[in-house]
């Protein structure tokens, strides 16, 4: 069955849709400035839900495809004249669960694809808790479970690699075999980005080289780290560079070992007059090597030009823009303050500032 645009259905934004259909977020489940329900089992999706769209997939990271696959979704369900757009995702991640010393690094928190699910135009979310037991359905087990019984698909937008069930035995001709028996349609999304396929795997492998432009061009947004500012050493302040120091969380994404120029942002509310802006910042990611080093990684942010902000137990976000070096063990603290008065020199310029 093809799906053809209907001229007369208006286009519905994901919170247009939402407040029809009454499917407003829990208390403090989202924060996001679209409504977003979100359900954690199947005994929380609504009886009463009538038809939907449902786009799956695990969506770290929310990519440049992730965002592609969504945005059909949300245009299927014009064509169709379907009110709900729902995303199933799964947390953990599968294979942290099925060959966990393989899972890969997470690029987001399950919070963060929530928000940026809805901001990418969903109405619901359905946050599948993945376990062996889930692991070991068949194809036929997801589609009458979910895409059926759950949430009543009316439409199924996928990308055309998406692969589901025990052992990976679902693809897309098994969901349009069987729609085309139980009441629903499918398609299959490309995922291009130019000659760039854009994948989850592909935004870790340029963080991983340190590639945070590369890395921003897939996700269609700067590459962020959050996390509460811990004590460090203090070496920084003593050498007249005051950082903010954030943990690397184990398990997740993180740019290579160097020196980054990007911004850093409070998102406690309390910066004052510009609460929430963007302030300017050298980035180093890594150990501390010519200090001996660290045990754990940290990313450490200098705000250009302030000494005077106190932030440690507050929560920030550290966007990475560009590398600027490698990291490198100096020999004493005369060529470590060289090469960061060279740094900061170069965040200026790569920063426009």
């Known amino acids: 069955m093809e799906l053809r ?11 247009e849709a939402a407040r029809r259909r009454g499917l407003n977020p829990p208390a403090g489940e989202v924060s996001s400035l679209l409504a977003v329900a979100v ?60 060959r966990p010393e393989h899972a890969p690094p997470t690029l987001t928190t399950i919070d963060e ?22 692991a070991a359905w068949s194809p036929q087990d997801f589609i009458d479970r979910v895409l059926v019984g759950a949430l ?8 055309a690699n998406f692969r589901f069930g025990n052992r990976a035995r679902g693809d897309r001709q098994t969901l349009r075999e069987a729609g085309a028996e139980q009441d629903f349609v499918l398609e299959a999304v490309e995922l291009d980005g130019g000659p760039q396929v854009w994948s989850s795997t592909y935004v870790r492998t340029c963080l991983a080289a340190g590639d945070v432009a590369g890395a ?75 200090f001996d080093g660290l045990r754990d990684r940290r990313v450490e942010g200098y705000v250009l030009d302030r000494t005077d902000l106190d932030l440690y137990g507050v929560e920030v976000e550290v966007e990475f823009v560009e590398r600027i070096r490698g990291m490198v063990r100096f020999d004493g603290v005369e060529p470590l303050l060289l090469a960061i008065a060279g740094d900061v020199v170069r965040t200026r310029e790569i920063l426009g500032l």
């Open 5 to 15: 645009k209907a001229p007369s259905v208006a286009h519905r934004t994901s919170c």
């Open 39 to 98: 359900w954690r089992s199947f005994e929380e999706v609504p009886d009463d839900l009538g038809r939907t769209v449902v786009t799956v997939g695990n969506f770290d990271g929310m990519h440049l495809g992730h965002q592609h696959v969504v945005r059909r979704a949300r245009e299927v369900a014009d064509e169709i004249d379907v009110d709900t757009v729902v995303a199933v995702t799964f947390d953990p991640h599968p294979i942290a669960v099925l």
């Open 152 to 159: 009543q698909a009316k439409a199924v937008v996928v990308g």
């Open 216 to 290: 921003a061009e897939a996700l269609g947004r700067p590459f962020v780290t959050r996390g509460v500012v811990i004590e460090g050493d203090k070496r920084g302040r003593d050498l007249g560079f005051p950082t903010a120091n954030v943990p690397v969380v184990p398990g997740a994404a993180a740019p290579a070992d160097g020196v980054y120029a990007g911004w850093l942002r409070r998102l406690d509310g309390a910066d004052g007059a510009d609460g929430g802006a963007k302030h300017p910042a050298a980035i180093s990611v890594g150990t501390n090597p010519t």
């Open 113 to 134: 694809r929530l928000r940026l699910l809805g901001e990418a135009g969903v109405d619901a979310v359905l946050v599948i808790p993945f376990s062996r037991e889930i």
